[in-house]
């Protein structure tokens, strides 16, 4: 679901004679993604708990927001479509994220049902003095009377037609769920050839609205689109994006794997592994800028990749996103505890990936930039007395064994008798950023010193500082410094 509406949607901005129907396809794959979406949830809905994450908002603004985002369909069908309020700053709890896949379900069923020149009404009221009530009228075809005490269950289809426009049974239901999460109700007052108007009526507070509601989860991803386009239709990339940099895409789904190679490789320098295992040997061997890893794979997965990769000093500052078809919780503090950098959920939003790329290397890029500038200053200008003696005991360990190629962050975690959580969380509390990258970059700046001293030849100063393999050396200078050792060597006897 994330490559058919991706290759449709790019088919149709090149082939223009046949735009039409690609955005046919394009639009019934994507209503497909948006089914899949739901019945997954329902299905996850029984077993599983999350957070309502209720806000402090202007409710008014909000509603009219999601009742502009129509707009242009009210124009095609040429309805009458007015947004009605009572007042224009109405500030009560509510969870936004929900409150938009309400109101995208009902707009869109509004819609559906509404023909040509019909009408179309959105109106926020005060209830009584504790609730307020949302309504969306229509001028549809209306809804029997034996059929409206079915209308919110599930999987029920009360339309009857086999078109295009007939319900798949969920959305209705979908959205009493949500309305019902807020400690609200949902009811249809209607009859066939008089249209439909649905209430939502809604406390304004809720219970402890501060403090987390154990309530079914919903999918973050609902009705999201695939792509973001231009003026042109091209996909955009951050302006930042760094063609220069080397991605890593493993992915043991074949045509998943092609598809994003494709999409990428406009942007980035990319490869591909097909399996863990084959990821952690490319990792070693390549040191890209970034690695982007499916989790359920042969030989070894992607929990087991990211952690042997953030384990080794060599390869622990590359950023991990890990991508999968399990969105859960769970999975995801999961993938963090192994030291991912972003975790993404199948089917993806392709502009956000290459955002959320270019933020974690452009990020990336600053930061050392800013070690490189102000070196061991930069290690905590303001720091109080106890964390000072903290980092220079780390500084100091790390010094100790910089010639020691096996010296890593378990090794460090032992060394000061702490877990490596925790000494994780302490080092990167106080320097931004973590202990492999520390480990690694004080064997850099180490390296580049021995080399200023013009007393060692390059293979030499490699060994010094626990690079035994002078390919992996020149990799992780030149990335780090802008250039190769033997190059740094040159400027530095041009200065003398």
Known sequence: ????????????????????????????????LNLINQLLEFRKIDYETSELKPEYLNITSVLRSHYEAFRLSADKKKIHYEFSTEQDEFMVWFDPDKMEKIMYNLLSNAFKYTPDNGKIIV?????????????????GKGIDLKNRDKIFNRFNNIDGHNDLNQSSGIGLSFTKLLVEMHGGNISVDSSPGTGACFTINRPITLKNPLLPVNVPQIPDNFNSEIYNTGQNGDI??????????????????????????????????IMVAKDGQEGIEMTIRELPDLIISDIMMPLE????????IKMEWQT?????ILLTAK????????GIEFGADAYMSKPFNMLHLTKQINNLIVNRKLLMAKF?????????????QGDREFINQVNTIIEE????????????????NMSRSLLYKKVYDITKISIGELIRVTRLKKAAGLIRENRYNISEVAYMVGFYERPAFTRSFNKFFGMNPKQYHTECLKNE
């Not at 609730?131 to 229509?138: G, Q, R, T």
């Open 401 to 416: 064994n910089l010639s020691n190629n096996s010296f890593n962050v378990e090794v460090l975690a032992e060394k000061m």
């Open 327 to 334: 969105s859960d919780e769970q999975s995801m503090f999961q």
């Open 123 to 139: 109106e926020l009221e005060n209830g009584n003095i504790d609730s307020y009530v949302i309504k969306i009228k229509d001028s």
């Open 301 to 308: 997965n992607g929990y087991e990749l990211c952690r042997r």
């Open 1 to 32: 679901m994330t490559i058919a509406p991706g290759y449709t949607k790019k088919a149709a901005r090149s082939h223009e004679k046949i735009k039409e129907k690609l955005s046919l396809v394009y639009k019934n794959a994507s209503r497909l």
């Open 372 to 384: 490189r500038k102000e070196g061991s200053n930069y290690l905590g200008k303001e720091l109080n």
């Open 316 to 320: 622990n500052n590359i950023p991990v």
């Open 236 to 269: 955009i990339a951050d302006e930042n994006s760094l063609k220069e940099a080397k991605i890593l895409i493993v992915e043991d789904n074949e045509e998943l794997r092609i598809f994003l190679q494709e999409e990428l490789s406009a942007f980035y320098d």
